[in-house]
T-cell receptor, first 115, second 110 residues
Framework: GAVVSQHPSWVICKSGTSVKIECRSLDFQATTMFWYRQFPKQSLMLMATSNEGSKATYEQGVEKDKFLINHASLTLSTLTVTSAHPEDSSFYIC???????????FGQGTRLTVV | QKEVEQNSGPLSVPEGAIASLNCTYSDRGSQSFFWYRQYSGKSPELIMFIYSNGDKEDGRFTAQLNKASQYVSLLIRDSQPSDSATYLCAVNPPSDKLIFGTGTRLQVFP
C-alpha cells in the first residue's frame, strides 16, 4: 500500500511548550490528510481534515488555536500542539487518502507525553 | 446515535474458527466502507474496503455490505492467534471524511 510517514514516533515535552508533528505521503500526492487522536483503549477521534492550500476543517470541540494544522504541500501536513498540557497526552495519528473518498493510509502515529 | 457503531467486545473465538465482526452506520448516504486492524500501540492498517452491496473476499477475509440495513461486517475464516487485535470499521459519509467506530477487540485463543 501507499506509504505515509509520521514523525516523531514519540515525544515528551514540558507543559506549556509546543510540539510539531509531521505527516508525509512518500509515494503519492495527498490533497486531503486527516488528523486523529486516540486515548488508551478508545477509538480514533477525528480532529480535523487538512486540505492542501486551504484552512483545515476542525471537528466540533477541537480548539483550532491549540491544534494548528498546516498543509503547505501535496505531501506534507503538520500538526502543532501549542501550549501543551498533560491532558493533551495522547496518540496522534495522521492519514491520507490515496484518492478522494477511497482507502486511507495511516502514519505510524506519534505518542505525545506532556509532563 | 453514533455515526458508526461496533460492539466493543472482546470477541473470543478458538483458533481455526470463523470470527464475525459487525458494524452499523447512521448516514444512509455513505459510499465507502473500510475495515482496519489495529494492534496495541500501533496505527491502523487497512484490511479491506467495500463499496457495493454484497460480499467481497480477500484470502481469509470477507467483507459484507448491506446498504439497505446500513450494516457492514467482516468475517475472518480460520482465525489465528495473530489475528488478535482491535478491528475498526470506518465509513466515508458524503462529507469527505472518514469516521471510525469504537472498534471490536478480537481474541483468538489456541
Amino acid at each position: 500500500g501507499a506509504v505515509v510517514s509520521q514523525h516523531p514516533s514519540w515525544v515528551i515535552c514540558k507543559s506549556g511548550t509546543s510540539v510539531k508533528i509531521e505527516c508525509r505521503s512518500l509515494d503519492f500526492q495527498a490533497t486531503t490528510m486527516f488528523w486523529y487522536r486516540q486515548f488508551p483503549k478508545q477509538s480514533l477521534m477525528l480532529m480535523a481534515t487538512s486540505n492542501e492550500g486551504s484552512k483545515a476543517t476542525y471537528e466540533q470541540g477541537v480548539e483550532k488555536d491549540k491544534f494548528l494544522i498546516n498543509h503547505a504541500s501535496l505531501t506534507l501536513s503538520t500538526l502543532t500542539v501549542t501550549s501543551a498540557h498533560p491532558e493533551d497526552s495522547s496518540f496522534y495519528i495522521c492519514s491520507a487518502w490515496l484518492r478522494l473518498n477511497t482507502e486511507a493510509f495511516f502514519g505510524q502515529g506519534t505518542r505525545l507525553t506532556v509532563v | 446515535q453514533k455515526e458508526v457503531e461496533q460492539n466493543s467486545g472482546p470477541l473470543s473465538v478458538p483458533e481455526g474458527a470463523i470470527a464475525s465482526l459487525n458494524c452499523t452506520y447512521s448516514d444512509r448516504g455513505s459510499q465507502s466502507f473500510f475495515w482496519y486492524r489495529q494492534y496495541s500501540g500501533k496505527s491502523p492498517e487497512l484490511i479491506m474496503f467495500i463499496y457495493s452491496n454484497g460480499d467481497k473476499e480477500d484470502g481469509r477475509f470477507t467483507a459484507q455490505l448491506n446498504k439497505a440495513s446500513q450494516y457492514v461486517s467482516l468475517l475472518i475464516r480460520d482465525s489465528q492467534p495473530s489475528d488478535s487485535a482491535t478491528y475498526l470499521c470506518a465509513v466515508n459519509p458524503p462529507s469527505d471524511k472518514l469516521i471510525f467506530g469504537t472498534g471490536t477487540r478480537l481474541q483468538v485463543f489456541p
